[in-house]
């Protein structure tokens, strides 16, 4: 799983099935220091993440079919929490 | 999930049968404002998607898995196709910063 940024959303009517009935958010991956690092994914939200928002995303089918409740299918990266801080221990490198 | 532009077919007449009612397109990855991102590939369209347009596809095996028949050698598969991308500013680095 990985931190990112809600920064958009993608109005799609022509997709597949599976994806019907969820927003498809615009997430921008993030260091924990918030800052952007790789490119931004599309990931089905089940939370209700909303613009701006600092979220958990996971990318793995088993992850995705178990927060969809339903058999291993097309989706694979889903929003799974709303991050209200990330309190880091050691001062590592962000 | 990721945005690509379909820039051609690949025509194959022999293929494995999963793929027979299917068409397989050449896309560009590209970033979310359509610059490009890394090389072309070649993905299942299950969106009947045309040249030229922005869509977006699924890596891995849940690309085999958007098929009727999810027993299929397919790693990318294309499963949408933009209308609109709305983008919320980047407030960059929050109070972390």
Same mark, same amino acid.
């Given at each position: 799983?990985?931190?990112?940024?809600?920064?958009?959303?993608?109005?799609?009517?022509?997709?597949?099935?599976?994806?019907?009935?969820?927003?498809?958010?615009?997430?921008?991956?993030?260091?924990?220091?918030?800052?952007?690092?790789?490119?931004?994914?599309?990931?089905? +939200?089940?939370? +209700?993440?909303?613009?701006? $928002?600092?979220?958990?995303?996971? +990318?793995?089918?088993?992850?995705?079919?178990?927060?969809?409740?339903? @058999?291993?299918?097309?989706?694979?990266?889903?929003?799974?929490?709303?991050?209200?801080?990330?309190?880091?221990?050691?001062?590592?490198?962000? | 999930?990721?945005?690509?532009?379909?820039?051609?077919?690949?025509?194959?007449?022999?293929?494995?049968?999963?793929?027979?009612?299917?068409?397989?397109?050449?896309?560009?990855?590209?970033?979310?404002?359509?610059?490009?991102?890394?090389?072309?590939?070649?993905?299942?369209?299950?969106?009947?998607?045309?040249?030229?347009?922005?869509?977006?596809?699924?890596?891995?095996?849940?690309?085999?898995?958007?098929?009727? $028949?999810?027993?299929?050698?397919?790693?990318?598969?294309?499963?949408?196709?933009?209308?609109?991308?709305?983008?919320?500013?980047?407030? @960059?680095?929050? +109070?972390?910063?």
């Amino acid at each position: 799983m990985f931190v990112a940024r809600v920064v958009g959303e993608v109005v799609a009517t022509i997709k597949h099935a599976e994806l019907a009935g969820h927003k498809l958010l615009l997430v921008q991956p993030v260091t924990p220091r918030d800052r952007p690092t790789g490119r931004p994914a599309i990931a089905l +939200d089940t939370v +209700d993440a909303g613009p701006g $928002d600092l979220v958990i995303v996971a +990318d793995e089918g088993n992850a995705a079919a178990q927060v969809l409740r339903r @058999g291993r299918g097309a989706v694979r990266t889903v929003v799974v929490g709303v991050v209200d801080e990330i309190a880091e221990e050691s001062r590592g490198r962000g | 999930m990721h945005f690509a532009r379909v820039v051609g077919t690949v025509v194959c007449t022999v293929k494995v049968p999963a793929w027979r009612s299917h068409r397989t397109l050449l896309i560009q990855p590209t970033d979310s404002q359509g610059a490009p991102h890394g090389r072309t590939i070649v993905a299942v369209d299950l969106v009947s998607a045309a040249p030229g347009q922005r869509v977006f596809y699924v890596r891995g095996r849940e690309a085999a898995n958007a098929l009727p $028949d999810p027993d299929n050698p397919a790693d990318a598969a294309i499963v949408g196709i933009v209308d609109e991308v709305r983008e919320s500013p980047w407030t @960059g680095p929050g +109070d972390r910063g």
